[in-house]
């Protein structure tokens, strides 16, 4: 399978996001990732439910929904609501297990597909027991929060024993994606690794050849 682009609107221009988001469609990218961060999970606030309301009807890519809040559970219907695909939370977002299960199942209770993601700090093994119910897991690559800051090579390890485990236990179905400081070398590098999805914001957009840097990222040997 060929990696993924999922471009991160947090880098486009707001003024013009649906020119924004035809390039991406156009340049080859598949999924579209929507940072939504609440000044308190995460000290920025970017964008939320109505902005992706008004890009799911303009957009017919995957709607890729990163939440960087806290209380997930709170917010999932009405992001459902609005048009994601697929709903990605953080694991250091719930106060135990079980509430990581729960926001799990809430997201499935919809038919919409769920993702966790782990900061740069937290050790992956600490997903290992929610793959069966997952499907997609992201690791960050940067603290979570801005876009346009340097990649954390932690990731390249996690990546690496996250797809080992995934391999060695058959979880063939959850997909890994990494976010933060993607470009063409870093991209490069997760690939090796096993990612499946990569997410880029400040490498793609604002550029006049985002289409060769899309085709850079997707052409990675
Ligand atoms: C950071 C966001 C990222 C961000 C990535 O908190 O989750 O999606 O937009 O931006 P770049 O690719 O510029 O690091
Ligand atoms: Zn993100």
Redesign the pocket.
Known sequence: MSVIISP????ADFANLEAELKKAKEFGAEWI?F?V?DGHF?P?ISIGVPVLKAVSQKCDLLKDV?L?ISNPKKYIKPFVDAGADLLTFHYEACKSDTEVFEVLDLIHSYNVKAGISIKPGTNVRKIYKFLASTDLILI??????????K?DPRAIFKISNLREYMNKYDFHKTLIEV?????ESTGKECVKSGVDVL??????FGHDDMKERINKLKNND
């Open positions: 991160s609107l947090l880098s990732h940072d961060m995460v920025n990163h960087m960050m690559s940067v603290e979570p929060g801005f876009g346009g800051q990649f976010d933060g400081g993607i470009n997410v880029a914001g400040s490498y793609l």
